[in-house]
Nanobody
Framework: QVQLVESGGGLVQPGGSLRLSCAASGIKIKLNHMAWYRQVPGQQRELVAGITTYLSTNYADFVKGRFIIYRDNVKNTVSLQMNSLKPEDTAVYYC????????WGQGTQVTVSS
């Protein structure tokens, strides 16, 4: 059984920062490429950032220079450090595999507003 539990979201003002965390069970993240996605109501889920098993990272253009994805293989978590947040970053954020995905978790809401 694979479970992905996202946390760390909340309300933040533009320019602020948040750190999201994804706790995985039933899988070893060190054996999987992982990623963060986000979805706005009425829109398609989109890839935000990915990290491979060998720690290579990639980012969507709209978050480059602002977000950092990293993993902790001991804690079996993958995190997303979000800096310089913008109102357009408002969305529900999910973690999952980069290539193959498991059942989606509930996500964590990030709201950027003044």
């Amino acid at each position: 059984q694979v479970q992905l539990v996202e946390s760390g979201g909340g309300l933040v003002q533009p320019g602020g920062s948040l750190r999201l965390s994804c706790a995985a069970s039933g899988i070893k993240i060190k054996l999987n490429h992982m990623a963060w996605y986000r979805q706005v109501p009425g829109q398609q889920r989109e890839l935000v950032a990915g990290i491979t098993t060998y720690l290579s990272t990639n980012y969507a253009d709209f978050v480059k220079g602002r977000f950092i994805i990293y993993r902790d293989n001991v804690k079996n978590t993958v995190s997303l450090q979000m800096n310089s947040l913008k109102p357009e970053d408002t969305a529900v954020y999910y973690c999952n595999g980069l290539r193959d995905t498991w059942e989606w978790g509930q996500g964590t809401q990030v709201t950027v507003s003044s």
